[in-house]
């Protein structure tokens, strides 16, 4: 599967690859040949409306086309041809993550990753849940449908928040799934919460100390918090993908693992549990990417803003990913208001 990605972001935007020098220094020359061949099929397919697509060939050997269990796959568009017909996709806000880990959601793994978060919470109906990374409520709505409880989801990307208000209004659910934008740098919120649930959203805030405090001022007492997060250590700061990924996602500056339990113990919570889940999430984002490249191979055409967002998106990935194998890790937290 990585040699699959790097040279699917090879052929498609050729400036934009940092797993380049990764998979020459690791590939194996026969699987890497039968991999060119496919990405080569698709790129074909999907920029020059070619007929040459590995997926209406029954894919290629060496690469495997099966979909985890723990995210469903994105619906396909209709077969391609050689003949373009239909208007061009203009990608809604959002909508490419969706293609990646499924409707409604806009990070990796998200179902199962929500199952990890939720767990320790015992959530019971009266209870009350701030989401600080709601994106399009998948989520939150799928811990409203498991136990009835009311979760309140801020988003910081606006767009993507009005149209996961759109989306709950739809599901039937704009009461108790309600999603709004907002700053993390101008944090506020008028209620106070028995659980604050984020995910791989305080790496990228500039002024940690003040938002932390800011959430526990709108947390009650003995309230808990449960977040994933990027996690860099002080011997991995320095490397060249870490460092690569850090002046390509200008808002990146992630915690160790001590200065994030001595931040949230600053203001008053203990962090009572934290997993490294580094490989799941490394098999997630890889599945989300080759689910992404089957969607486009099944017949859609980007029209010219959603291929630069495709673009942004890849360069995104691929530069977390080669950050991944130098030493960034993702872990789950667990903490609890001490009283």
Known sequence: MLLYLSRFCHLFFPMLNPLRDFVQKHANAEKLLAVRRFAEGLAQDFWKNGSENPFKRGGVSGVQQSAPRSVAPAAPAAASSSVRTGPEWHAAPGELSEKMWGKGFVTPGDEAVTDMLIAPLNLAK????????????????????????????????????????????????????????????????????????????????????????????????????????????????????????????????????????????????????????????????????????????????????????????????????TAIEQGMKFFRFHGLKKP
């Not at 113990?265 to 599945?287: C, P």
Request: net charge neutral; charged share 25%; glycine share 6%.
């Open 126 to 321: 009266e209870m009350s849940v701030l989401d600080l990374s709601a994106g399009l409520g998948g989520r939150m709505r799928l811990i409203t449908e498991k136990f009835g409880v009311a979760v309140t989801g801020l988003e910081p990307d606006p767009q993507i928040a009005a149209r996961g208000m759109e989306m709950s209004i739809m599901a039937g659910k704009g009461k108790h799934d309600a999603i709004a934008a907002y700053d993390p740098a101008n944090f506020s919120v008028a209620h106070s919460y028995d659980c604050i649930i984020a995910r791989e959203t305080f790496y990228r805030v500039a002024d940690k100390p003040a938002f932390f405090k800011a959430l526990a001022d709108a947390a009650k007492a003995q309230s808990q918090i449960a977040f994933t997060d990027y996690i860099l250590n002080p011997e991995d700061r320095t490397k060249p993908a870490v460092k690569a990924w850090m002046s390509y996602e200008k808002d990146a500056s992630p915690f160790s693992l001590m200065e994030m339990a001595e931040s949230w113990a600053k203001v008053g919570f203990n962090l009572t549990a934290h997993d490294d889940q580094t490989e799941f999430y490394r098999k997630e984002i890889f599945a989300g990417l080759k689910r992404l490249a089957q969607f486009l191979a099944s017949g859609v055409y980007p029209d010219a803003v959603t291929k630069q967002a495709l673009q942004r998106r890849t360069a995104l990935w691929t530069h977390r990913m």
